[in-house]
């Protein structure tokens, strides 16, 4: 995995420090910010392929500097947290990251889920469905640019919200369960993820819907799952 660079910001240096022996001990390339600030500078600069973020930190944290991200780039952010509770979690979701770990994590545990999102972000046509471009009344798809676009006005999606996207309309009219879309689109077993999916369901309504609360093209099918109307 020579040719991927990861961005690690943490204002503590001995973290940053310790992720990239673990990163590089992979053949990845890394590169080191203290603050959300520094981070952005890196990203206008550098090609970086993965960012790891810690929460709290100076000048720019990391909440914000996911909403300044987020307006230009749709690479995977994995957020860092002292923190446990679920509702750091969820708020990391919402503000864009793809995935979360709280302070200490299992290095272990870091490096499968970098080389998963990797995995996911780098390789395309992750579906079965073998048309390149889907429309769904004005909902459109684009699996070959990897962009959604409504009435002809694109639309931003985190790499997850995407993926989330691309495989309902591969598959229009058919009714995806909660586990069945974690374990599709995360590539690892499905252990108490309704929040985590409900969270990026949310977010996405928000994005294409003209009304979320009434959805013309997202809709929940009550105690089975989620599908994109035909």
Same mark, same amino acid.
């Given at each position: 995995?020579?040719?991927?660079?990861?961005?690690?910001?943490?204002?503590?240096?001995?973290?940053?420090?310790?992720?990239?022996?673990?990163?590089?001990?992979?053949?990845?390339?890394?590169?080191?910010?203290? +603050? #959300? /600030?520094? *981070?952005?500078?890196?990203?206008? $600069?550098?090609?970086?392929?993965? %960012? =790891?973020?810690?929460?709290?930190?100076?000048?720019? +944290? #990391? /909440?914000? *500097?996911?909403?300044?991200?987020? $307006?230009?780039?749709?690479?995977? %952010? =994995?957020?860092?947290?002292?923190?446990?509770?679920?509702?750091?979690?969820?708020?990391?979701?919402?503000?864009?990251?793809?995935?979360?770990?709280?302070?200490?994590?299992?290095?272990?545990?870091?490096?499968?889920?970098?080389?998963?999102?990797?995995?996911?972000?780098?390789?395309?046509?992750?579906?079965?469905?073998?048309?390149?471009?889907?429309?769904?009344?004005?909902?459109?798809?684009?699996?070959?640019?990897?962009?959604?676009?409504?009435?002809?006005?694109?639309?931003?999606?985190?790499?997850?919200?995407?993926?989330?996207?691309?495989?309902?309309?591969?598959?229009?009219?058919?009714?995806?369960?909660?586990?069945?879309?974690?374990?599709?689109?995360?590539?690892?077993?499905?252990?108490?993820?309704?929040?985590?999916?409900?969270?990026?369901?949310?977010?996405?309504?928000?994005?294409?819907?003209?009304?979320?609360?009434?959805?013309?093209?997202?809709?929940?099918?009550?105690?089975?799952?989620?599908?994109?109307?035909?």
């Amino acid at each position: 995995m020579s040719e991927f660079t990861v961005l690690v910001v943490d204002d503590e240096k001995e973290i940053r420090d310790a992720i990239e022996i673990y990163l590089k001990n992979e053949k990845m390339n890394v590169l080191q910010a203290s +603050d #959300g /600030i520094e *981070a952005i500078e890196l990203l206008n $600069e550098e090609i970086v392929h993965l %960012i =790891i973020l810690d929460i709290m930190m100076p000048r720019l +944290d #990391g /909440i914000a *500097a996911t909403f300044r991200i987020r $307006e230009q780039k749709n690479i995977p %952010i =994995i957020m860092l947290s002292a923190k446990s509770e679920d509702t750091d979690k969820i708020l990391g979701l919402q503000i864009g990251a793809d995935d979360y770990l709280t302070k200490p994590f299992n290095p272990i545990e870091l490096i499968a889920r970098v080389k998963s999102q990797l995995r996911r972000y780098m390789t395309l046509g992750m579906y079965e469905g073998k048309n390149s471009i889907i429309n769904l009344s004005g909902l459109t798809l684009d699996k070959d640019a990897r962009e959604v676009a409504i009435h002809g006005e694109a639309v931003k999606l985190t790499p997850i919200e995407y993926r989330i996207v691309e495989l309902l309309m591969s598959y229009p009219g058919r009714v995806f369960s909660i586990h069945d879309i974690y374990e599709r689109v995360w590539q690892e077993p499905c252990y108490n993820a309704e929040n985590t999916v409900a969270v990026h369901i949310r977010k996405i309504r928000e994005k294409i819907e003209i009304d979320p609360k009434n959805p013309r093209y997202l809709k929940v099918v009550w105690g089975v799952g989620y599908k994109m109307e035909k």
